[in-house]
């Protein structure tokens, strides 16, 4: 819901996968997040940070999760269908 495609990566076709890092804390709040692995292209890496921003608060980790904090990394994909 909170990903939008790059008005400017759309006109000239890029596509990639962005690993994007992350921690959130127990409420699901963003603490910190970095680009792991880039696409490749400013806009789309831009993009994949953002959609965090956009998203917040994740939802809430399981109760029975150790520690105050939970590092995550996860690929973001865009595809031009």
Do not use: W
């Amino acid at each position: 819901k909170a990903k939008r495609y790059p008005t400017e990566s759309r006109t000239r076709r890029e596509q990639g996968t962005v690993q994007v890092e992350f921690t959130i804390d127990k409420r699901g709040r963003v603490l910190s997040s970095r680009i792991a692995k880039g696409s490749g292209h400013s806009a789309l890496d831009a993009e994949a940070l953002s959609i965090l921003r956009r998203a917040q608060p994740l939802p809430v980790p399981p109760a029975n999760m150790l520690g105050n904090e939970i590092a995550l990394t996860v690929p973001i994909e865009f595809r031009i269908r």
